[in-house]
């Protein structure tokens, strides 16, 4: 049982790979930059592959498996333990952070091949996968919020990597301080959980909430205030309504960031947090609606964005917004196992789609904006192939990843709340619009740049491996579900409903379970809503944009408002930037500067220094050089002394 | 009202007119003859209380001597009217209260105090004068040492006023 | 014993010492102000020799001819710096005498 054991060497070894890049890869070969820092992460998911083989052979009893190293903070009974834990739901995070990492790190080489400060960048990315994984393998909230908070440091670290750049540096920042926000009311959401459990560990806050009387313990209320605060930094983390404005922005950092950061991990972070606590959300309805709501909310908020960008990121960005709302509403409904589904075939095609996205720049010599593209399938075939798989997988047509991951949350939320099944369906046809959108601009019709500028030429092989790798894992990645349609089981399902029953509040089971023949169960979800949304909206981008191109512009001509709001994202920074950072600044720089740091802070210690020497001036003055106030003041002093020897008494009596 | 009495109230009330004296006098050169008087009544005093040597000391060497060095400086430096000048203020209105308040308190701490009732009432000692055998006894037994710095005292103050008095050359 | 009460000598010694302190604090000749010190010496004097006639004791008388011949050494010295004083400053008024300030 090594790993199990010896679970700190899986965060370790990022960890030692950053140090060893950040401290000394200044004077290290490409090559050696390389191999601390794809070797590092490839021996994590080595010892990833030997903890799932040990894992296997754990009896149920032993499950969640944890891990104590040492005592990190007593402060009274505030105790925080430097503990790890092992479960189903660890397993699955862990296999999609250590092995889309480890494909991103190998992408990177050939992606930032040219670029300046190439081992800071691997240390940065090794750094963020070390806290990523302190994250997920957190066996208590507190050391969750470590990681938390250190994947929002390399996510500022890495979007603000082209440091001279002043988009890149207000991108890293407005990022950095968006999930600032969100991570206060986790922060207060621990204090409360704390102060209400007297423990930050998972598995003592989870056994108090079936003690004796389970529903008379903790009242509800609490538990919605927490789950509330707590869903707070997930918003933040995980760019859901409103505080997703940084999403976009952080496109400003390189595209592997983009791939591996905010797509497939740091903003998954929130659905991790969430699936974790699920006994305590479970136990607070209004809660969980309010994450279902959010989600759905956000899904179809999103997605109306990315149905008029032009920046081949930004539409990925907003993609990225959307699909994590569906995560959330799966969660929200009570379907935490398909929320997770889909959390792990997003990390597969999105972080595809991001990764290709790369090579497609890379191909156009460093140029971002579809309008400048056209007609590349034939000029880039792998990655053409590759990103086109991923779209289909995003899109939720049948025998793809994200078809039996979507669907399931889709079906979970009809038989919840049918407005909210309603945004995820809508969302998902403009999903699979603007994704075919992305396509047909993209790869399709002809060149709209000028071919002797621009020499389009495949990526290097260290680039498009990676994309094959993903591209098999979108395609296959959903058949873990597959079965169930047809009358076998949801492996996925299976292997984490233990995670999910286990501190389950009694009399509520798991999301409702279709109880159809096996025949017509596959039959509906081939006919269901979902895949005849997706379908029309292949088929609407095909006439949009293949068909009848002049369709899009002459709709945007018809719809100018709508089109121009939509298009400035609804002016939501604006609108930020107005009623938040402006009084904001102000009162920073009127009160806070002026008032309080020049005139308390300031005043108070130039006062005390204008104190003394106007007292000392004044002092001064009795040296007049006169004898005969001198002479005075002797006799002053005597008559002191005198009175104070004999006694007021004398004169009294 | 015995002849002791007398004797005091008259010098008493001399050396209070000889200092009031002192502080109005316009010249100091009356300032000077009035401690003199000052001094003489206090001679009277000194044998008064049976000091026959210290009056005698006091009459040659203080009044005698000191009180002529300083008519002669006086005369010397031909210090006349001096002016009016009150550069301080505090001295101008601090000074004469506190004096007051000074005399007032002391007199009174003196004439009530538990101390001076004790020593007033106080039994014990002759009325007879001390010796001057006695007195110079003391002096070269349990003072000598006293005795012989003050010797280089004076030899040193000498020295210092021959110093400072003489003119450059 | 004497028969006049020690302390009518020794109220006499506190009027006559506040009345050197107020001439010290109130005139302005240098000369003048050190005779009242002068003054002050004499008052404490009187007060040594009382104490002397009270308790019967020497000490006092023998402190009173130390106090006399300090004094006498005391007023030379004054008495020069004076001198050297008037030499340099051309006048006796103490509030002339103002250089040492800030």
Redesign the interface.
Known sequence: MFILDHLWIIIALPLLGAAINGLLGKNFSKPIVNSVGIGSIALAFLSFAELVREFTQLPAEQIPWVKTYFTWITAGQFKVDFSLQVDQLTIIMLGVVTFVSLLVHIYSTGYMAHEEGYYRFFSYLNLFVFFMLTLVLAANVVLMFVGWEGVGLCSYLLVGFWFLKQSAISAGKKAFITTRIGDFGFTIGILLLFWTFKSVDFGTIFKQLIGAQPDALISTSVLTTICLLLFVGAVGKSAQLPLYVWLPDAMEGPTPVSALIHAATMVTAGVYMVARMNPLFSRAPIAMFVVALIGALTAFYAATIGLVQTDIKKVLAYSTVSQLGYMFLGLGVGAYASGVFHLMTHAFFKGLLFLSAGSVIHAMGGDQEMPHMGGLRTKIPITFWCMFIATFAIAGIPGFAGFFSKDEILEAARASNPFLWALGLIGAGFTSFYMFRLIFLTFFGEPRYDEHKVHVHESPYNMTVPLIFLAILSTVGGWAAAPHLVGGTDYFEKFLHPVFAMYAPAGVEGPPEAVEAPGTMLFHALTGWPVIIALAGLLIAWWFYIKSPQTPKKLAESLRGPYTLVLHKYYVDELYNAVIIQPLLWISTNVLWHVVDEGVIDGTVNGVARVSRDTGSELREIQ?G?A??Y???V??G??GV??LM?GLW??V? | M?L??IV?FVC?FL??LG??T??LARE?IH??LA?VL??VS?AV??L????E??AA??VI??AG??MV??VF??M??N?GI??????????KY???P????????????????FI??Q??N??????AS?STR??SA??FQ??LF?FEA?SI??L???L??????KKDE | ???????????????????????F?????I??I???I??ML?AV??AF????????Q??G??F???V??????????G??????L?QNRQT??I??I?LLKF
Do not use: C
């Open positions: 007049s006169n005969r106030s002479a005075t003041w006799v002053i005597a008559v005198t009175v004999l004398g004169m009596r | 015995s002791p009495f005091f008493a050396a209070v200092a009031l002192l502080i100091p300032s000077a401690l000052v001094m206090l005093l000194y008064l209380l049976g000091a040597f210290i000391v006091q060497v203080y001597a000191i060095l300083f400086v006086i010397l430096l210090a001096e002016e009016r000048t009150d550069f301080s203020k505090l001295a601090a000074g004469l506190l004096g007051m308040f000074l005399i007032l308190f002391l007199a009174h701490w003196m004439a009530h105090s001076g009732q020593i007033a106080g039994v014990g000692g002759t009325n001390v006695d007195l003391q002096l349990k003072y006293p003050t005292l004076i040193i103050a000498i210092g006023a021959l110093v400072l008095a | 014993m004497s028969i006049v009460p020690i302390s009518y000598y020794l109220v006499l010694s506190a009027i006559l010492f506040g009345l050197g302190i107020v001439a604090v109130f005139k302005r000749n000369i003048t050190f005779m009242a002068e003054l004499n004097n009187l020799v009382a104490f002397a006639r009270a308790h019967n020497l000490d008388l023998v009173v001819f130390f006399i011949v300090v004094a006498a050494a005391e007023s030379a010295v008495l020069a710096i004076i001198i050297t008037y006796l008024n509030e002339r103002n």
